[in-house]
């Protein structure tokens, strides 16, 4: 017979203990109890303490995986699917990754989940989203302006220059506009040279609004800013961004 507690958080897949306490007006211990009893009959599995998956019917309570995004949505409701986990949520991630990273407001530990990891990056929470639908469970994520000025700010956390590339070019359009805005909040002076490059360099798919362009210009600094680190680099003096130099070569080969 199915627990209560697999049939009540069935639909969202993946829940808390303070869920459970909540939803069933019980106390900690009791609420623990009801869990325990449900992962005892092999139908909820634990992440770690206090967060909890429900495994399907039919699933091997022993090799069965909640999926990564839900995990992590859940263990941080205020955070917001960031860098490459929100490449692949707009669906246009060149390559599959093993780690989901979430932009918090404070910084927190990450977790594993079976050989993937989630890991939690400080960065702003209050601009820049949107909600998307996965597994029938809605999940914040940066919007796909922030996903491009966040890309430039911290190519690391996308995969690096490179899968950055390979994935926003699959971006049919972006209003720069509101990309300008986040290069404005973030006030950062490299982050506008970084940006202005990458919009050029998608000037023919995307556009390049010439008042945007201008902006950036003035906005970004009078010195060589490093997109991404390499041992050699060429410099792109329209914008003043130092790039590696081997990373035409790299893009031509696929």
Do not use: N
Request: charged share 25%; hydrophobic share 45%.
């Amino acid at each position: 017979m199915t627990t209560r507690v697999a049939v009540d958080f069935l639909r969202q897949r993946v829940f808390t203990l303070d869920e459970v306490k909540i939803r069933y007006g019980l106390a900690g211990h009791a609420a623990w109890q009801a869990v325990l009893y449900a992962k005892s009959r092999g139908q909820i599995g634990a992440v770690k303490k206090g967060l909890y998956y429900v495994v399907p019917s039919g699933a091997d309570p022993a090799s069965y995986l909640p999926d990564l995004f839900l995990v992590a949505a859940k263990a941080t409701p205020s955070g917001l699917a960031a860098y490459h986990a929100a490449l692949d949520l707009h669906g246009v991630a060149y390559s599959s990754f093993h780690e989901v990273a979430m932009a918090v407001e404070e910084w927190r530990r990450g977790f594993g989940v079976g050989d993937a990891r989630v890991r939690f990056v400080v960065a702003p929470v209050s601009f820049g989203s949107q909600t998307v639908t996965r597994e029938g469970v809605e999940i914040r994520v940066t919007d796909r302006e922030r996903t491009l000025v966040d890309g430039c700010d911290r190519p690391g956390y996308v995969g690096g220059l490179e899968e950055f590339l390979r994935s926003v070019a699959s971006f049919p359009s972006v209003d720069h506009a509101r990309a300008l805005d986040y290069v404005r909040r973030y006030e950062r002076k490299s982050l506008a040279a970084k940006t202005g490059w990458l919009f050029s360099r998608f000037a023919q798919r995307w556009g390049f609004p010439d008042d945007v362009h201008e902006e950036l210009q003035a906005l970004r600094p009078r010195g060589a800013v490093v997109f991404e680190r390499a041992a050699h680099k060429r410099l792109d003096r329209k914008w003043g961004v130092l790039l590696p130099r081997t990373l035409e070569e790299r893009l031509g080969e696929a």
